[in-house]
């Protein structure tokens, strides 16, 4: 079992720099900074994995578009939701994690991620 922990670490610790040097998402935030579907964009690239609608990471975030997950938290109203996701609430960390996201990326990603109103 000790081996098996001391690869793993081991591939941990050379894989780590790979990612660092590979990871630049002032760049991707960037290149879709006024994008029409940038809120969608910061979705896919940060948020997915908790909020999906079937996710990969099970944590009781509130799924895309779910109108039970999300009641109650719209009745807090938007300030409140963007307090928490700036702040971390739960198991989500502070800014959602997208820490180089602009309070307006963020606010456009949690809009996109509340169910949708029907048109009139």
């Not at 935030?29 to 969608?40: A, R, T, W």
């Not at 896919?44 to 609608?53: D, E, I, M, W």
């Not at 039970?68 to 739960?90: C, I, P, S």
């Amino acid at each position: 079992m000790r081996i098996h922990y001391t690869i793993y670490t081991l591939v941990f610790l050379l894989l780590q720099p790979v990612y660092a040097e590979t990871h630049h998402p002032q760049e991707f935030l960037q290149s879709i900074s006024g994008d029409k579907n940038e809120g969608k964009e910061i979705y896919n690239h940060f948020c997915v994995n908790c909020h999906a609608s079937k996710p990969l990471i099970p944590l009781g975030a509130p799924r895309i578009g779910n109108e039970a997950d999300w009641k109650v938290r719209l009745q807090q109203g938007m300030k409140v939701l963007f307090e928490h996701t700036n702040e971390g609430l739960n198991a989500m960390p502070p800014r959602g994690g997208c820490f180089e996201c602009t309070d307006k990326q963020l606010k456009r990603a949690i809009k996109y991620m509340l169910p949708k109103q029907p048109k009139s």
